[in-house]
Each structure stands twice: as structure tokens, then as C-alpha cells.
């Protein structure tokens, strides 16, 4: 079974400053990942996604995630944060076989003015 | 990318009692997913619901409990049963992109109130 460790359960960034989220996985084989966000009383929105193409995969707002298969991470980065990305975000794999995803505990993003 | 709209959008309900929750999308579908969000928490997956058979749940979850239909590829419907109060949290759908993304469109949620 595929899954996903997500290193931070909270990081908190002043506006203007780079974020962070730390996502590792564990696959028998090559993986789909996934970054989606989820804003207070709103649904899921998907980011990015790494589907064995580029290993840097950039996404919606400014977001990229790096794919590093020796250090089976996807770590998601934007180098400037604003006030609207205060959200909570979620680091998912997928399961090739039967479309599964499973789901990061999460990080909520806290953007500090 | 595929359009999902749930009802309801949110309910509060007196234990013992039955919710029905329905999903819609926009297009036609194979597989349609639903998720549990219990308060401050991440989604765990209830079922995978496909047209014409009977849908497949995952550890922890029950027909008796989460009884689903799948009549037709755009919808399906989700019952929480004889709820408790721990049946309180978000419910989503979800459907899959028929490319070969593997990634999944999400409903906005139902969320679940149980006194």
C-alpha cells in the first residue's frame, strides 16, 4: 500500500517570505503525487500533480513541487507567500491500479501580515 | 475536468436517524469516490462506487452503515445510517480524471452534524 508523510503539521510564514511543505512517500513503484489545498469552507483544489514527467512540476498560484526519488519526497515550495494562500494543504499518492488516493495528514499554512 | 455539485451542502441531524447524500457530475463517469473528513482531520476513503456493480468499501466501513447507489454514470448517493455524533465530519465525492492523470475532481462537501 502506497502512502504519505507529511513532516509539518503547521507552518506559519510572514507574507512576502518562501514557503515550505514537506511531503514524503512510500511506493513500491513509480507513484502519482499530488498537492491539493483546501481553503476554509471551501472544497479540494488541486495544485500540482507529478505524473512521471518533469520531476519539477509547477502548479496554480505560484506553487511547484519537486519529485526526488532518491529521497522519496515532493515537497512543495512558492517563494513568496501571500495573505490568501492561508489555507490547509494535503500531500496525496496515488494508487496506479485502482485510482485510490490516499491522503497526507495535512499542514496548515498560516500567512502572518 | 469534470463539474461536482453535492446536496445537501450541509444538514444537522438527530441520532438514530438516516442522511442521504447526493452526488452529481457533469459528465460521465466510471468510477465515483466518497470521502470522510471527521473534524480537524484528513480524508479517508469510504468507498469506490462504479456504475452497475456494488460498490467497494475500504477497512472500517460497512454497507449497513454507508449504504451507496450508483444508478448512472453522473450520480450517486451516499446514506449515513442510524448516525451518532461520530458521524460528524465532511463528506465528499469525488470522480476521476479519464486521462492518465490518476488525479480526482472533488464535490464542495456535505457537512454533517449530528446532536
Known amino acids: 500500500a502506497q502512502s504519505v508523510t507529511q513532516l509539518d503539521s503547521h507552518v506559519s510564514v510572514s507574507e512576502g517570505t518562501p514557503v515550505l511543505l514537506r511531503c514524503n512517500y512510500s511506493?513500491?513503484?513509480?507513484?502519482?503525487l499530488f498537492w491539493y489545498v483546501q481553503h476554509p469552507n471551501k472544497g479540494l483544489q488541486l495544485l500540482l500533480k507529478?505524473?512521471?514527467?518533469?520531476?519539477l512540476v509547477k502548479g496554480i498560484n505560484g506553487f511547484e513541487a519537486e519529485f526526488k526519488k532518491s529521497e522519496t519526497s515532493f515537497h512543495l515550495t512558492k517563494p513568496s507567500a501571500h495573505m490568501s494562500d492561508a489555507a490547509e494543504y494535503f500531500c496525496?499518492?496515488?494508487?496506479?491500479?485502482?485510482?485510490?488516493?490516499?491522503f497526507g495528514a495535512g499542514t496548515t499554512v498560516t500567512v502572518r501580515a | 475536468s469534470a463539474v461536482i455539485s453535492q446536496k445537501p451542502s450541509r444538514d444537522i441531524c438527530q441520532r438514530g436517524t438516516s442522511l442521504t447524500i447526493q452526488c452529481q457530475v457533469d459528465?460521465?463517469?466510471?468510477?465515483m469516490f466518497w470521502y470522510r473528513q471527521q473534524p480537524g482531520q484528513s480524508l479517508t476513503l469510504i468507498a469506490t462506487?462504479?456504475?452497475?456493480?456494488?460498490?467497494?468499501?475500504e477497512s472500517g466501513f460497512v454497507i449497513d452503515k454507508f449504504p451507496i447507489s450508483r444508478p448512472n454514470l453522473t450520480f450517486s448517493t451516499l446514506t449515513v445510517s442510524n448516525m451518532s455524533p461520530e458521524d460528524s465530519s465532511i463528506y465528499l465525492c469525488?470522480?476521476?480524471?479519464?486521462?492518465?492523470?490518476?488525479?480526482?475532481?472533488f464535490g464542495p462537501g456535505t457537512r454533517l452534524t449530528v446532536t
Open positions: 507529478y505524473t512521471s514527467a518533469a520531476t
Open positions: 496525496v499518492v496515488s494508487d496506479l491500479d485502482d485510482y485510490k488516493l490516499s
Open positions: 462506487a462504479n456504475q452497475g456493480s456494488e460498490a467497494t468499501y
Open positions: 459528465s460521465q463517469v466510471t468510477m
Open positions: 469525488s470522480v476521476e480524471d479519464p486521462g492518465p492523470s490518476y488525479e480526482q475532481y
Open positions: 511506493s513500491s513503484y513509480s507513484p502519482s
